[in-house]
């Protein structure tokens, strides 16, 4: 029951991850108002977050449903990209004071940060008792 939960928690984030993309390039990136260093830090991520963590996250969660080890690795490799991404993004965002303001982009960040690292966290832990 707990990889079905798990492997739903999954696809959810790796279509979310999808769907921020889609935004950032159809929205932010083109908004004259994001400074130049925050677009060219966020450019650096559609590769890692799409070529590997969503396609882990995806490949994790099939495994998962039909109950082959694969689902296994693959979550803990999801889980390692997730912390490293999320910790990387928290950095930032705290070296730069992004979380200090009290707009939409602040709270999203805060949001988005939280739970990839809680999806992280999840994903080692499972991976850990599991393999």
């Not at 999808?18 to 108002?33: G, V």
């Not at 990209?81 to 999320?86: K, R, Y």
């Not at 999203?108 to 940060?113: D, L, N």
């Amino acid at each position: 029951m707990i990889e079905i939960v798990l492997a739903i928690l999954q696809i959810i984030l790796a279509v979310g991850i999808a769907a921020f993309w889609i935004y950032f390039f159809m929205i932010e990136n083109k908004n004259p108002e994001k400074e130049d260093w925050y677009l060219k830090h966020e450019r650096s991520f559609p590769l890692p977050d799409l070529g590997l963590v969503t396609v882990c996250l995806l490949v994790a969660a099939v495994g998962l449903i039909i109950g082959e080890r694969f689902g296994i690795f693959f979550t803990i490799v999801a889980g390692g990209g997730l912390m490293f991404l999320g910790l990387i993004d928290l950095a930032f965002n705290l070296q730069n004071g992004l979380f200090k303001t009290k707009n939409m982009d602040a709270y999203m960040s805060i949001a988005i940060v939280a739970i990839v690292l809680i999806m992280g966290v999840l994903n080692l832990i499972y991976g850990y008792f599991n393999f």
